[in-house]
């Protein structure tokens, strides 16, 4: 009884819809009755099943909850491999994916088509010239994925891209590669990626220093490792950084603070609502006026003067924005 009910919580599992694959144990002139591990076998109707089918088998159906008159659920078999191929097919959709799509319609701006249900515009400054007879001759275009929307179900493609390769020319944010710099500016350098992609580097994405002219830490023809920090659909405009594929020493530093640790800081900068402290450590810091007296219209100047130092404690720090906030009237922090 027991083993019973076990096979009908296996069984309950089962959706309408379901793809599954069952063994066939009983070929009859109605159907093939087929195996799909629960308390009632299935069937496949005779008019669905292949000559080549014989018992024993194991047969790819979808279960569609409806009960035939011999007390088994009944199963599509016909066009299931296509569905399980299809779901495949889409399990594979994302940026660079290369597809075949049916055309059916040419407007001004690119082709349109469709595939597995998702909207295809292939853009005309994205299209081969012979693309544009495809529609006429009805034949499937080959293009590569450079937006898509799920929640929409559309697809932007490029056919340029199958001419150059997909792996060739593909790079996605996160991505390392190694680069050869073509030309340097103070401010950014033009760099070609392995693989032949064009992009560029800002100075401030050089380095965690500050660096005002990028010609004084790199030469033209130098190769090094680059990180994808940003690109656009087909690539044409990307961005790498060499800074990116190290840890932010600001990080390191930060994760070394605590709350209502002490430390010293020089004043660097005064303005109308605190300081800003460089503390010992080479990270800056900021104290609130308001927080560290309790007189009323006090002016920062009459707390802090620039370039002397003082004795800091850290009351706040915040590691995403990487801001330290610091008080100095230790009495009065004790009062609140």
Known sequence: MEKMKDLKVEFTQYKKGEIIT????????????????????????????????????????????????????????????????????LNGLKLGASIKFMPNEITQSGVIGNYLGYRVFLPFSQCRPKDYVSIDNKNEIDAIVIELDNLKKSIVVSTKLVDRGQDEVFVHEGEVYLGKVFRVYPKYAIIFLSNGVKAKLSVADYSYDRIDDLTAVLKEGEQLKFKIIKTNADNSRTEVGVKQLFIDPAIQKLEELKIGQRIMGKVVKVLPNGAVFELDNGLNAFAYTKDNTDRANVETHHLYKLGKSYETEISNINKLSKKITVITNFELNKKN
């Open 22 to 89: 069952g063994t066939i144990v009983m070929i009859t002139k109605v159907g093939a009755i087929v195996n799909i591990g629960g308390m009632r076998d299935g069937i496949v109707p005779i008019n669905e099943l292949e000559p080549i089918y014989k018992e024993g088998d194991a047969i790819l159906t979808m279960f569609t909850g409806v009960l035939a008159d011999n007390n088994c659920y009944i199963l599509k078999h016909e066009g299931v491999a296509k569905i399980l191929e299809e779901k495949e097919k």
